[in-house]
């Protein structure tokens, strides 16, 4: 029988999203707009402007309406240490989603060098089995993309591969500094644990992990040659092809 009914979906909201530094707009991003105040602190965390939570004093979201599309500025208030050093290699950078070089103008302002991070037993014996627990219990905490079906995750999990925390985004960048910024805000940061995600890996989400010390990132994708490399040098476990049956290690750590 022909179906006459009207069909209704739900679809992602994406808003542009300015990220502003005591009183200068930085960065321009399309986001989810739910979770901001995490994805601010997560992104100023994870791209270097500041050094820690505590350099951050307070965050402020306001709502707007810019050519008849609603947009969001958070305003940050950051110390004047990291603020001076913002100012100094200050660019204009308007990222899309699926892009992590917007705005910088030349091969000299890449930033891909990451330190090698202090080695971590659990991390040596990370197994398969463990990441893909995590992973398969992803879809179950994302609510949003339950709904509408287009939003990236990225996923906390316990060293034994409990998942504890999951954020959303149309933007797998932006899921990343949400939940960043989350585990900052909750003091969590620096705790044993793993990320999986549900994009590939590309070099600016091993970047980030690498910045604040997360020791493996797991993704159900394949990773670039280039995060692979950066993860190699940063001492990050990688993986990725992460789909059961199987979960392929691209960086083998050592124990010594």
Known sequence: MPFDGVLTDT???EVPVALVFNGISHA???ATPQDLEAFALGFALSEGILDTPQDCFGIEVHTTTVAAVQSVEVHLDIAARCFARLKERRR???GATGCGLCGVDSLQALDLAVPPMPQHAWVTQLQAATVLRALQA?????VLNARCGSLHAAGWASPEGELLQVMEDVGRHNALDKLLGARAQAGLLGEAGFIVMSSRASYELVRKCARLQVRALATISAPTDLAISIARG?????WGLCRDPRAVLYTSLSTS
């Open 138 to 142: 992803m879809p179950a905490l994302q």
């Open 28 to 30: 321009v991003m399309m």
């Open 234 to 238: 940063a001492g990050l476990q990688l």
């Open 92 to 94: 204009s950078l308007a």
């Open 11 to 13: 679809v992602a909201a």
